[in-house]
């Protein structure tokens, strides 16, 4: 998936995705209950209320109500903006229903809560801070100006003075601890979801190239047979016209072309058999094709097997299954270390009889502490630093490691990240591991072909 690609995926807004039958289905709930509430404290409990403010209060929203029903189509989707005008409208609509039955010695007070809760799960940070702050006015305004409730008696319904100002701290503090609770974790659920999506469309594409391999293999052999006919024609052809010299050149033409088509996908079916063939590889013919779009982008990648992470004969090297997954997966966590690298990169591999090990480190800044713990995580925020001009072709967008962090555990893998050196940043030497450290495991019963190819006959897979 290309970077501008994932760019305009970030950019879509989940403030669009709500369908206005759901907020119309809403508000007829919403309708109901409110005047289910004032015929019962009418009829049942005898409250002198104001019965036709609360219709002009309620009678607004169903007529909202029926506007966007006949005048939208079924499937609107609506805009941000749309939302919030209209979620700022309920909060209106219930506050002037607060005001004239009694204010906050009203109990259903507490629902001021509900547009609070429904904006910080929609909308942006901005949007609902503007919902949230319009809705502590309001509450605001009701502590000290309503309509009390009286019984058709005269009695005046209200609670003690300290019990209405602690209602008022308790819708305060809720509509904060609500905001926030639900705000972060809504964003959170969608980050996730973006970023599973991100990470199939990368292992789509990535699967799709891996395809495209065995078509030209399949295209070259399929199409070498009526090229060599073509050829042979044409050379019978070139001495019977002997006598007949621009027809001559004519047949000469077509057997070079002959040829060159004949080279052209000779080309194309080795790049596609390799393709094809290399559904499995060595690890350091896996990590070597992983390396090699970044190898040009001004950081030097050294390439090793360290015997640290090696048991037994070194001689018998795995072959794994060249997955997209790995292949993607390894690819972004050179990327990102190449990125930040301030010189050179540092990719060690080995293995024991359980388990295939390969590290990714570099000479750069390593990983900020409080990012330690949250490696991994999606995020669709641009990662803007110096490295943006420093390496050529590529832009982060906060994307990558969480990718490559799943890709590679649906392979089996497990990642750890960490920080080769704890000296600060400055006291860092260029050239020297002190950077971040990435290590993958697999368990090689997840990724290894059955066959142990040794180190003499690697070249012969090719």
Not at 112 to 123: C, D, K, Q
Not at 334 to 351: H, K, L, P, R
Not at 436 to 456: L, N
């Amino acid at each position: 998936m290309s970077d501008q690609s994932i760019e305009n995926f970030s950019g879509y807004r989940h403030g669009n995705w709500v369908n206005l039958r759901t907020l119309i289905y809403l508000r007829w709930f919403a309708i109901l209950g409110q005047g289910s509430a004032v015929l019962v404290g009418i009829q049942y409990f005898d409250l002198a209320i104001d019965l036709g403010i609360c219709t002009v209060a309620i009678g607004a929203s169903a007529c909202v109500n029926l506007f966007a029903t006949f005048v939208y189509p079924e499937g609107k989707r609506l805009s941000e903006a749309e939302n919030a005008a209209l979620v700022i409208f309920d909060l209106v609509q219930l506050s002037v229903l607060l005001f004239v039955t009694g204010g906050l010695n009203n109990p259903f007070s507490m629902l001021m809560v509900a547009p609070v809760a429904v904006a910080a799960s929609v909308f942006k940070g901005k949007t609902t801070s503007i919902i949230a702050g319009l809705a502590v006015v309001f509450v605001t305004l009701l502590l000290f100006f309503f309509q009390p409730l009286r019984t058709d008696m005269g009695f005046i319904m209200r609670i003690p003075l300290v019990f209405m100002y602690g209602n008022y701290v308790a819708i305060v503090i809720s509509m904060v601890f609500v905001g926030l609770y639900v705000s972060r974790l809504t964003r959170e659920v969608n980050a996730m979801s973006d970023g599973l999506l991100a990470t199939q469309m990368a292992l789509a594409r990535e699967q799709k190239l891996t395809d495209l391999g065995g078509v030209i293999a399949a295209a070259a052999h399929e199409l070498g047979t009526p090229l060599a006919t073509i050829k042979l024609t044409s050379a019978e052809l070139i001495e019977e016209l002997s006598d007949r010299v621009e027809l001559q050149e004519d047949a000469e033409l077509i057997r070079e072309q002959a040829d060159r088509c004949r080279d052209i996908l000779r080309s194309m079916g080795r790049a596609g058999k390799d393709d094809l063939h290399l559904r499995k590889a060595p690890v350091s013919a896996v990590i070597e094709e992983a390396a090699e779009p970044h190898q040009m982008r001004g950081a030097l990648i050294k390439i090793s097997q360290h015997s640290a992470l090696d048991e037994g004969d070194l001689n018998k090297m795995p072959q794994i299954y060249r997955k997209p997954e790995v292949i993607h997966g390894l690819r972004n966590m050179i990327q990102n270390a190449v990125d930040f690298a301030a010189s050179t990169v540092w990719i060690e591999y080995g293995w024991t009889q359980e388990n295939i090990t390969l590290r990714v480190m570099d000479d750069g800044p390593g990983y900020p502490n409080w990012v330690l713990g949250r490696i991994g995580d999606p995020s669709l925020r641009r990662r803007r630093t110096r490295v943006d001009n420093d390496r050529p072709g590529y832009e982060g967008m906060g994307l990558g490691l969480f990718i490559a962090k799943t890709l590679l555990e649906r392979t089996g893998a497990t990642l750890s990240f960490a920080n080769l050196s704890e000296l600060p940043r400055h006291r860092r030497k260029k050239g020297e591991q002190t950077g971040a450290i990435v290590e993958i495991s697999w368990p090689r019963s997840e990724i290894e072909h059955t066959e142990i190819i040794t180190s003499e006959n690697i070249a012969n897979t090719y």
